[in-house]
């Protein structure tokens, strides 16, 4: 190859070092023979079982010399550590993504619109989830082969391998496909053939989770606005094709751009005849680099749009007949003739599946009820997916508060914290104790119980003379502006995702950036979607007098625009294990 190509290390979020390749643009040091600086970076994701090793001819063959090239080694695979074929999780590896990408931007100055994603198979999967759920603004995203749905040909294979899991716990499954199954290529054939660094494992609870993002991520679609080119191979033996053209349809992007490639195997960017993808995407590139970024109009998305759509479904009665509406009715008597014997359920009736005393009952986790089948109840009612990410989210808030109060610190401010929605004040009184030092929080919420619950815990607490709770509407801009000593943080969570409207979000944020200063933080909460979300709209109840409990998702670009809109600059982002709760941390730009 013409370019060199630098062998590096990153670190991810867990402390591990993965191991990635970097291809710098020809004379992007400024020695004469190219670009003093790059135009872009291509950031590739390798196909399940491979390497970075095996994308190097990307590099060489697609031709682009304005742009430098990086492609990693996954967890697990290559010269990466871990288990071969194994991660701690899916959404831990949509994580590595995250750091990757943020890695490259802080040591080689790449801004989020100069970068390209390129993945393949699983590695486009990865690179999809995290679109969705991270919402990065790059500059555009190609997708080959998509693994959307693996062709595994054992009747009820998927089922097995969960079952399996439940009896067994992890374990792995090789691979079946071999080499010529792959590409046409007798190069590419006898170099996978000979490779040692393949890894013909796949750990179950990966492969298992690669089905199940898949499905959410084709689901809501219409949430991912970067600008994409799927890249359809004719002859697929591994994967699915109908899935790749379910999730391109539904892509709301008017840039994007999908190509079949009759007679193509699996490794779309290995094939014999791959001249014709590389044509087609330097095309792509080339015409997304010579427009502007693509800003997708999301100011309206609360009233039209994906996630409006589905919230008014969520408004809409259920015909009579359906048998949805018989399941539903007999939930909603099941509760009401047996959900008190449950203290979580109970509480929930009395004052609203979504109220402060709820989510503190969540926070303690601790199952109780009326008799033994109450607590058994409780237990389940405790350990649904929504309150175990609720759960999570306690704990990654908690998390960004410590980064965001380090930083401050590190600039010689003083941590003055204001929540615009406390609660009862568990999660926020947990997180302050667990920071060295500050000076004030100031704790609000609109609910005079929740205030008295809160203030109450303060002075438990003997945090008297440094926080105290105070009655306030999280949406009244004014107020918010008024609040005295000034933020220098504050923390929103739990509460923008139980309003569908964005005219109150758009007044509580601008609320605060009133409030903090330039160079001040925020940390706040999303839900870009939730797997119970039908259920709980039809069975549950809201502490808005007892309404239905219906929620609109927003969308993790939605969320982040009406953030920057206010004056924030997003830093960095965390999720749970299902991506139903995301945690952003964000710095007040002048």
């Not at 809501?220 to 697929?236: E, F, N, R």
């Not at 607490?461 to 005295?484: Q, Y």
């Given at each position: 190859m013409s370019r060199p190509c630098l062998e590096k290390e990153f670190a991810v979020s867990d402390g591990s070092k993965l191991f990635y390749r970097h291809w710098p643009a020809p004379g992007a040091e400024g020695d004469g023979t190219g670009p003093a600086r790059p135009r872009g970076a291509v950031v590739m994701f390798h196909r399940g079982h491979e390497h970075s090793g095996r994308t190097a001819h990307i590099v060489e063959e697609l031709g682009l010399e304005d742009f430098s090239f990086f492609a990693w080694d996954a967890r697990g695979h290559g010269r990466s550590p871990g288990r071969r074929g194994d991660s701690p999780s899916f959404a831990v590896s949509v994580r590595d993504v995250d750091d990757f990408v943020r890695h490259i931007r802080a040591t080689y100055g790449f801004e989020m619109e100069q970068i390209v994603v390129l993945g393949q198979s699983v590695g486009a999967v990865l690179a999809a989830t995290w679109a969705h759920d991270y919402a990065p603004p790059v500059r555009a995203m190609i997708l080959a082969s998509p693994a959307f749905s693996v062709k595994l040909y054992v009747p009820f294979a998927r089922q097995g391998i969960k079952l399996l899991m439940r009896l067994f716990g992890n374990f792995f499954v090789s691979s079946y496909v071999k080499a010529k199954f792959l590409t046409h290529d007798p190069e590419r054939i006898a170099s996978f053939d000979a490779d040692p660094l393949i890894t013909r494992a796949i750990s179950a609870r990966i492969l298992t989770a690669l089905y199940d993002n898949a499905e959410r991520i084709i689901a809501?679609?219409?949430?991912?606005?970067?600008?994409?080119?799927?890249?359809?191979?004719?002859?697929?033996?591994?994967?699915r094709h109908h899935p790749q053209h379910v999730f391109f349809n539904r892509l709301p992007c008017p840039e994007n751009e999908r190509h079949v490639l009759p007679g193509f195997y699996h490794d779309t960017l290995g094939e014999k005849d791959r001249g014709r993808a590389f044509t087609a995407i330097r095309s792509f590139i080339e015409r997304i680099?010579?427009?502007?970024?693509?800003?997708?109009?999301?100011?309206?998305?609360?009233?039209?749009?994906?996630?409006?759509?589905?919230?008014?479904?969520?408004?809409?009665?259920?015909?009579?007949?359906?048998?949805?509406?018989?399941?539903?009715?007999?939930?909603?008597?099941?509760?009401?003739?047996?959900?008190?014997?449950?203290?979580?359920?109970?509480?929930?009736?009395?004052?609203?599946?979504?109220?402060?005393?709820?989510?503190?009952?969540?926070?303690?986790?601790?199952?109780?009820?009326?008799?033994?089948?109450?607590?058994?109840?409780?237990?389940?009612?405790?350990?649904?997916?929504?309150?175990?990410?609720?759960?999570?989210?306690?704990?990654?808030?908690?998390?960004?508060?410590?980064?965001?109060?380090?930083?401050l610190r590190a600039k010689g401010v003083s941590v003055r914290l204001l929540d615009v929605a406390a609660g009862h004040g568990r999660y926020i009184l947990d997180a302050l104790a667990a920071l060295p030092e500050w000076e004030y929080a100031v704790l609000r919420d609109y609910s005079p119980l929740n205030v008295e619950a809160g203030a109450k815990a303060i002075?438990?607490?003997?945090?008297?003379?440094?926080?105290?709770?105070?009655?306030?509407?999280?949406?009244?801009?004014?107020?918010?502006?008024?609040?005295?000593?000034?933020?220098?943080?504050a923390v929103v969570s739990g509460l923008y995702e139980l309003f569908p409207a964005n005219a109150q979000i758009r007044a509580s944020l601008a609320g605060i950036a009133r409030a903090v200063p330039p160079g001040g933080y925020l940390v706040y909460t999303n839900q870009p979607w939730h797997p119970q979300l039908e259920f709980i709209a039809r069975v549950l109840t809201s502490h808005r007098d007892g309404d239905p409990w219906v929620m609109r998702c927003r969308s993790q670009a939605e969320m982040d625009l009406l953030v920057a809109e206010a004056g924030f600059e997003k830093i960095t982002q965390r999720c749970d294990e299902q991506a139903i709760f995301t945690v952003g941390l964000a710095r007040r730009i002048a």
């Open positions: 809501d679609a219409g949430a991912i606005t970067i600008p994409t080119q799927l890249l359809v191979s004719g002859d697929d033996w591994v994967v680099f010579a427009m502007p970024p693509y800003k997708p109009n999301l100011t309206a998305a609360d009233k039209e749009g994906p996630s409006a759509r589905a919230a008014k479904w969520l408004q809409t009665p259920l015909p009579v007949r359906s048998p949805k509406a018989w399941a539903f009715a007999a939930a909603r008597a099941g509760i009401a003739r047996f959900g008190d014997w449950s203290d979580g359920i109970r509480l929930g009736r009395n004052t609203g599946f979504d109220s402060g005393g709820t989510l503190d009952y969540v926070y303690r986790n601790r199952a109780g009820g009326a008799n033994a089948v109450g607590r058994f109840m409780d237990r389940l009612y405790l350990d649904s997916p929504g309150w175990t990410g609720i759960r999570t989210r306690k704990i990654l808030v908690e998390e960004l508060i410590a980064l965001a109060a380090e930083a002075v438990e607490r003997g945090l008297a003379d440094k926080a105290e709770f105070r009655h306030g509407d999280a949406f009244d801009e004014e107020s918010l502006a008024a609040v005295s000593p000034t933020p220098t943080l």
